[in-house]
Every structure is written in structure tokens, then in C-alpha cells.
């Protein structure tokens, strides 16, 4: 039985970086690039138009980061799995991936056998990190953060750059009560509740930059 195509998409904010891994993924039977976006925000909007099976997302972008992106993504659509590459081997920025729902870590100057063994991985509903990779998320507290909802990612990262139980409930489409459950929740679970203290935990874990 032929197996399906698995249709993907790559972030990146350096052209030549996407052409490259079009370059190299393009060739490959079974994979398909069905799109490139050089931005956040121009991956979210493929996202909702084309439905890919898989997002390649560059960790450190300008603007909106792909620990960013991959929150929205997991809030916004479940089903696109997200597979990180990044020339960064820190472990912040592994665990932080890991929370926003990042189903694998690799390092750009990766071999492409092993940039395929990651998409193979994830896309079987497994999870793929490069061995100095791997080595960092199995260190002694790599789990320990509080564990987030999406939506509580969403609510977080929108009142920690000042917006009003008002604003995060319109731009979310939920309701203001709910919106103060989740930020209850998020008071539980990280002890602070003012714009400053929030946004100080999510740029610390990666999740917005200032």
C-alpha cells in the first residue's frame, strides 16, 4: 500500500534557509513543501488556508518566535504537528518548545537523513530530538515547569504584553468570566498575576520575546 504524502510547511525568516530545506526536502518521495512563510503571522494564516500535516518552524524568527508560533498552533490547530529547527542547542530553548507543544527539536546543521527521520518520527505520532538534543531535555528538572493549557499559553501571553481581561476575551472569542478562570489558573500555578511578573516568566521560558 502507498504510504500518503505528508504535506508540510517551512517557517523560516532567512529566504536562503528556506530554500535550502525546499531544496533538500523537495526530492524526497513521500514529502511535499505545500507552502513557506517568513513570518509568525504568515504561518498561522497557511495554517488555517492549507491544513498541512506538518510545520517546520525556525526557533529564533523576528517578531512573532517559533515557540510563539507553535502555542497559537497548538491552540489553534491540534492536528498540524511542529517539528523545530534551530542552530540553537540550548536547553531553555528545547524545554520551552517541548511545553508549547513541539513535537521535535532539530539542529539545522543537521544531515537531511536525520532532518527525515525527524519528520518520519512526528508524523507517526512520535517524537524526534537531536542526540546533543537529547541530552539536554534528560537532565535532572528538565520537566519541572509548571505544565500550561494552550489556552492558558494564549491568556498568558496576551496579558503579559498588557491587554485587558476585555481585549484577551474579544481576541480570543471567549468570555471575560472565562477569561478570569484561566487567569486564576495561571495565579495557581505561577504564584504571580501582574502583567510585569508574567511577562518576566514568559520571556524566561522562551515564549515571547520583549
Not at 500500500?1 to 510547511?9: E, I
Not at 513521500?30 to 513570518?39: D, Q
Not at 499559553?153 to 480570543?172: D, F, M, P, T, Y
Request: net charge neutral; aromatic share 2%.
Amino acid at each position: 500500500m502507498t504510504q500518503p504524502t505528508v504535506r508540510l510547511v517551512i517557517v523560516d525568516d532567512h529566504s536562503l534557509v528556506r530554500d535550502g530545506l525546499r531544496a533538500r526536502l523537495a526530492v524526497v518521495a513521500g514529502l511535499e513543501v505545500i507552502g513557506e512563510a517568513a513570518s509568525g503571522d504568515e504561518a498561522l494564516a497557511l495554517a488555517a488556508r492549507l491544513a498541512p500535516d506538518l510545520m517546520l518552524v525556525d526557533v529564533g524568527m523576528r517578531g512573532m518566535n517559533g515557540i510563539e508560533l507553535a502555542t497559537h498552533l497548538r491552540a489553534r490547530h491540534p492536528a498540524i504537528r511542529v517539528l523545530m529547527l534551530s542552530m540553537y542547542d540550548n536547553r531553555e530553548y528545547v524545554l520551552s518548545a517541548m511545553r508549547a507543544g513541539a513535537r521535535g527539536y532539530v539542529l539545522k546543521e543537521s544531515p537531511t537523513e536525520e532532518i527525515l527521520s525527524a519528520i518520519s518520527a512526528v508524523c507517526a505520532g512520535g517524537n524526534y530530538f537531536s542526540a546533543q538534543i537529547s541530552d539536554l531535555v534528560l537532565q535532572p528538572g528538565a520537566n519541572s515547569a509548571p505544565q500550561l493549557t494552550a489556552r492558558e499559553h494564549e491568556v498568558l501571553l496576551l496579558l503579559a504584553h498588557g491587554k485587558s481581561n476585555k481585549l484577551v476575551a474579544r481576541e480570543l472569542d471567549i468570555s471575560v468570566r472565562t477569561v478570569e478562570t484561566h487567569r486564576l489558573s495561571l495565579r495557581r500555578k505561577l504564584g504571580v498575576d501582574s502583567p510585569s511578573d508574567l511577562l518576566k516568566i514568559a520571556v524566561s521560558n522562551g515564549w515571547t520575546t520583549l
